[in-house]
């Protein structure tokens, strides 16, 4: 139920940050300015940027603002200069947090950041004391409602993608690719046809945490104060929750 439960968890996040639209379309403008600042204004030379692209529109960021910050990032017009940062902390139940961050001042983030989780019972850790439990990898999600599959055709579709593994979930099939696969398997897989409910690279958790009640709560309450701070980017974590458990926290 792991993989199935820690879906759900990134699910139900990303509904409430698309329900935040203009906090979203800063976040995804700053993406779009970190990399084409790190790889060049070319989308087609520059993967990391095409992806930010593609997730921008497909959020709705309108086109003159993708333009903008790309423009931005490859120092062709002028606008914030934002350095990029992780922090690595626990959560309640000894949840690992690593947080991806954009920041013009690193000392007023940080700062910020270590009240955050004070104030919901994490500790702000030292670097590398959780970026050993994950892998940055590419995830590519298919929605079994929305697209039906034939599960068979696509275990076999992806292997000759090139993609590393298929985790088969009830209502999801997860393709995990290598980090600098990710776009090869995505073309080879979207010429066949199939289509995406989600498209990242990510960092996924080598090993998990299953809570439930009181420090779950306690735990997705920081997870989701961190990802409404306007200069985290991404937050990734280990926590597992059940789909009974899941259930509860809802009602």
């Given amino acids: 139920m792991a993989g199935h439960s820690k879906w759900h968890n990134r699910v139900h996040r990303k509904s409430r940050q698309d329900a935040k639209k203009g906090a979203l379309y800063s ?16 989308p087609v030379a520059n993967t990391r940027l095409k992806i930010a692209i593609e997730r921008a529109r497909d959020a709705g960021v309108p086109a003159e603002n993708i333009e903008r910050a790309i423009r931005r ?13 992780t922090y690595e902390g626990y959560a309640p139940g000894g949840v690992a947090v690593l947080m991806e961050i954009l920041t013009d001042n690193r000392n007023r983030t940080a700062s910020e950041i270590r009240h955050l989780f004070s104030r919901h019972g994490g500790s702000l850790g030292e670097s590398g004391c ?18 039906p599959v034939d599960e068979e055709e696509l275990l076999l579709h992806a292997a000759e993608a090139g993609a590393e593994d298929v985790r088969v979930e009830e209502d999801n099939f997860q393709i995990i690719t290598a980090y600098d696969d990710f776009q090869a398997v995505k073309d080879a897989l ?14 996924l958790p080598t090993t998990e945490v299953q809570l439930e009640g009181k420090t779950a709560q306690q735990a997705l309450s920081l997870i989701e104060a961190l990802e409404d701070h306007d200069d985290v980017q991404n937050v990734y974590t280990n926590l597992s929750i059940s789909d009974e458990e899941w259930a509860r926290l809802e009602a």
């Fill in 190 to 203: 979207e010429a066949q046809g199939y289509v995406f409910a989600d498209a990242e690279l990510t960092m």
């Fill in 27 to 42: 976040k995804m403008s700053k993406e779009i300015m970190a990399a084409a600042k790190a790889g060049g204004p070319d």
């Fill in 130 to 147: 959780v970026a050993w439990m994950f892998e940055r990898k590419g995830l590519l999600v298919i929605d079994r409602k929305a697209t």
């Fill in 73 to 85: 990032g490859a120092g062709l017009e002028e606008g914030v200069n934002l350095e990029a940062v």
